[in-house]
């Protein structure tokens, strides 16, 4: 085992684990920020993607060695209030259903608007095509990240 030093959601953390072990369960196991999900373990349906530097990543794909000295904001840590304009928007579409895969949704959605002020639907349809719901929400998803488009530039 050896010590890991990295920051998470504005926080320095410290974590003991063998270099190999994927950043989602440091996330989760070590650090109690449960809401980055682990869905295939594989990068491919979305549900455990946290920020770097506002972009979207995969913590599954990230092993602990590779974070170290490294920057991660998580869905605890996109807003203190919860209140940043994806999870508003999200709420205001009622989107979830089982809501499982919507916080590396919302992670997703928000990096996009991060590049994107005014996303088109071809836009939206890019960004989101590697995140999966299982519940088929994507009409929903598309909705609130217009919405947050609106919320994020002062409509």
């Known amino acids: 085992m050896t010590i890991f030093s ?4 504005g926080k320095k953390q410290r974590i003991d684990a063998v270099p ?3 950043l989602l369960w440091a996330l989760r196991d070590d650090l109690d920020l449960t809401g980055t999900k682990y869905g ?3 990068g491919i349906c979305g549900a455990c993607t946290v920020h770097e530097n506002g972009k979207a990543v995969r913590a599954c794909q990230i092993t602990i060695g590779e974070a170290a000295g490294r920057s991660f904001t998580t869905i605890e840590g996109l807003s203190s209030r919860g209140d940043h304009p994806c999870q508003t928007a999200w709420l205001e ?3 979830s259903q089982c809501g499982f895969c919507q916080p590396g949704m919302i992670m997703t959605a928000a990096a996009m608007l991060n590049e994107k002020r005014r996303p088109t639907d071809s836009d939206i349809d ?3 095509s590697n995140s999966i719901c299982r519940c088929g ?3 929903r998803i598309r909705e ?3 919405r947050a488009a609106e919320i994020k530039n002062g409509k």
């Open 144 to 146: 609130a990240i217009k």
């Open 40 to 42: 295939c373990g594989v």
């Open 126 to 128: 890019e960004a989101m």
């Open 93 to 95: 579409a009622d989107v």
């Open 20 to 22: 190999d072990m994927p």
């Open 6 to 9: 990295l920051t998470v959601n």
């Open 137 to 139: 929400t994507y009409q």
